[in-house]
């Protein structure tokens, strides 16, 4: 079995594109080794800014040959009447290199038996890694040289060997060889004898190629970093993803910058530090943010003061222009600036932002109304929630919209209530993030992604497979999350159709949101639950309670009787409208009085699994009906009847899901 390594050296990727070549690499070469039934134990892809990189272990030194029988002409048209190869029987064997005696005749059919030699591994990658390295795609891929073909950057030098051997390929405009390079203030011009001393050896030059290696190196040099100085860290797994991809060997230097910068709201300085420069912030084991952090630098040395130095200036300069914007928006309460709100456009057609807070104003109300809580506080927190957005400091840092304006609102002197509301009323803030704790910030935060949702939908602008307007999905998820994880027992549908007549757009969309929520509540549940029984549980109507949906779709999952499913399903086919109501009178067997009885002996009384428990005992009372009782009679009072019966039967299978979707 032999190893392969191929790496391409570039100049340095956006961090961005790094995952997404890594995803990409792998499976280019798990495809074209399995297309080329080629074995292989193992496919390991690993990168840095400057390199991207892939070892294949266990690989086969060929592909295995291959016997294969293939047909050819009628027997008759093959040979003439003295059994010689007609010309047609020639021309099958001169095409696949056989001889007359390798030919042989059955079911009337000429065929050949003949065998393939399995190609070596090495011509194989020779002629496919190109091609797997050209189908690697990404954003702003660009030109360069005279080049026609394009990639992300630059390649600097390709290295390409087979166990000991070299094997020879050429990407866009470099030739490989078996040279490398290490970190750009190392060793360089490395010669790889073979891929086993490949990471060594780059190791050896200051680079970690393994991204995990050099995220969990970060991760001990900070948490070192951070416990001389008696504090904690708080690393986003998207900020530690990137500072990985941005390096290659990291060195972690600590800084510090005037605790004067404290005044500000806290999260200003952690997005100044995380988002603008990629520092990692540290707080005290109370939880307060200090004015030290920690920085991750492509180093290779001991001498930082000029790195704390240039990072000092940098954070200082950030930092003085947020002090500045709070203390000019501080002068005035948050409410103030509310009316500034009418100079900034919600969306065309949809009115001003200021348009747009009346609106979730009424729609809170009408939420908290069906919820049956009655707080001043939420009133205020719907109508403050967006005022922030007028602002300089959120003008500045648009990402920390509802934190400055909780931060604003304490300073106005606003109750906690009321700053929380507008703080969560943007939760979750992603799909994995937390949902709003405060009832103001779910109450509000409902009545803002609701308003946004339908704004989308009648201004005819509902989400595609590659557009996201306004962030509809999120919005969509946001709300469902919202109201599952704190069992709020509200009538969406209903909710919806008060939103689209508070819009100054009308437009018949209703059944258009509807769906794109149910869609959105499977997708969401799709790793729990199977995805027919969701389907089924959301054709009873989920948006009219999201929260008893859920209840149904448990129970069903925990099993459906067969002879139920077949009952309910003879019964769904049998009714192709609605029945009248039943006369007790017109029964004259003794299986349609039992039906009947077993029927209304049946109610719900809020646990589902009862309830499927309940339906499935009546199972042999439904079976006996169906086997004594001819529904479609002659009589048509009679047949009516029955169909009315029958009716009050699916009435009840209905209440937990559509059995005929299962």
Not at 15 to 23: E, H, V
Request: charged share 30%; proline share 3%; hydrophobic share 40%.
């Amino acid at each position: 079995m032999s190893k392969y390594l191929l790496e391409v050296g570039v100049e340095e990727l956006p961090y961005k594109f790094i995952p997404m070549a890594i995803s990409q690499l792998k499976t280019g070469f798990e495809t074209f080794l399995n297309n080329s039934n080629v074995k292989f134990d193992d496919i390991k892809v690993m990168a840095t800014p400057r390199r991207l990189a892939v070892i294949v272990d266990g690989l086969a030194n060929s592909q295995p040959d291959v016997e294969k029988v293939v047909k050819g002409p009628i027997a008759k048209v093959a040979f003439d009447e003295n059994n010689n190869l007609t010309k047609a029987g020639e021309g099958f064997a001169n095409k696949n290199g056989v001889s007359k005696d390798d030919l042989y005749v059955e079911d009337n059919y000429l065929y050949a038996k003949i065998s393939i030699k399995g190609k070596n591994t090495k011509d194989l990658l020779q002629e496919n890694v190109p091609q797997i390295f050209a189908k690697l795609q990404g954003p702003h891929f660009m030109r360069w040289g005279n080049n026609d073909v394009k990639f992300s950057r630059p390649i600097r030098w390709v290295l390409s060997i087979l166990d000991s051997e070299e094997v020879k390929i050429t990407l866009i405009d470099k030739t490989s060889s078996n040279i490398t390079n290490g970190h750009r203030f190392s060793e360089q011009n490395i010669v790889i004898k073979n891929p086993d001393e490949y990471v060594s050896k780059l190791s050896e030059a200051k680079v970690i190629v393994d991204p995990e290696e050099r995220k969990q190196r970060i991760l001990e040099l900070t948490k070192i970093e951070a416990e001389k100085l008696n504090a904690v860290t708080k690393i986003s797994d998207d900020l530690l993803e990137e500072v990985t991809f941005i390096c290659e060997y990291p060195v972690a230097v600590t800084c510090n910058f005037d605790e004067a910068y404290l005044t500000i709201p806290q999260e200003v300085a952690v997005t100044v530090m995380e988002t603008h420069q990629r520092y990692f912030a540290l707080y005290s084991k109370d939880g307060k943010l200090t004015n030290k952090f920690v920085t991750i630098t492509n180093y290779i040395g001991n001498e930082f003061e000029n790195i704390k130095a240039g990072n000092l200036r940098v954070i200082k300069a950030r930092l003085d222009d947020a002090v500045f914007f709070f203390n000019e928006d501080t002068k005035k309460p948050l409410e103030a600036y509310v009316e500034n709100l009418k100079g900034m456009t919600f969306q065309k057609g949809m009115g001003s932002v200021y348009d747009k807070t009346g609106r979730i104003v009424k729609l809170s109300e009408k939420i908290s109304n069906a919820l049956g809580v009655s707080k001043p506080s939420i009133k205020r927190a719907a109508e403050l929630c967006k005022a922030d957005l007028a602002t300089n400091l959120v003008f500045e840092f648009t990402e920390l919209q509802g934190f400055i304006g909780a931060d604003y609102a304490r300073v106005s002197g606003e109750s906690a209530e009321v700053a929380e509301g507008i703080k969560e009323h943007y939760f979750p803030l992603n799909a994995d993030s937390e949902t709003a704790k405060s009832i103001e910030g779910q109450v509000v935060g409902i009545a803002d992604k609701i308003d946004t949702i339908c704004a989308v939908f009648a201004a005819g602008k509902k989400p595609t497979g590659s557009s996201d307007p306004l962030g509809v999905r999120r919005a969509a998820l946001g709300i469902i999350k919202t109201i599952l994880e704190h069992n709020l027992k509200l009538d969406l549908s209903k909710l919806i159709e008060e939103t689209l007549e508070l819009l100054p757009v009308k437009a018949d969309v209703k059944a258009d949101v509807e769906e794109f929520f149910v869609q959105r509540l499977i997708i969401f549940l799709n790793s729990d639950y199977s995805k027919n029984i969701l389907e089924a549980c959301a054709a009873i109507n989920p948006c009219k309670d999201l929260c008893d949906y859920v209840q149904r779709v448990k129970a069903v999952s925990s099993g459906v009787d067969e002879k139920l499913l077949e009952n309910a399903n003879r019964v769904l086919r049998i009714l192709k409208e609605e029945a009248g109501a039943v006369d007790e009178s017109l029964f004259s067997l003794e299986a349609e009085k039992e039906l009947y009885k077993a029927v209304q002996g049946i109610s719900f009384s809020g646990d589902y699994r009862e309830y499927l428990d309940a339906i499935t005992r009546i199972n042999p009372v439904v079976t006996k009906f169906f086997d004594d009782v001819l529904v479609m009679d002659k009589d048509e009072k009679i047949k009516n009847n029955r169909l009315a019966l029958l009716n009050t039967l699916k009435n009840k299978y209905i209440i937990l899901t559509d059995f005929s979707k299962l």
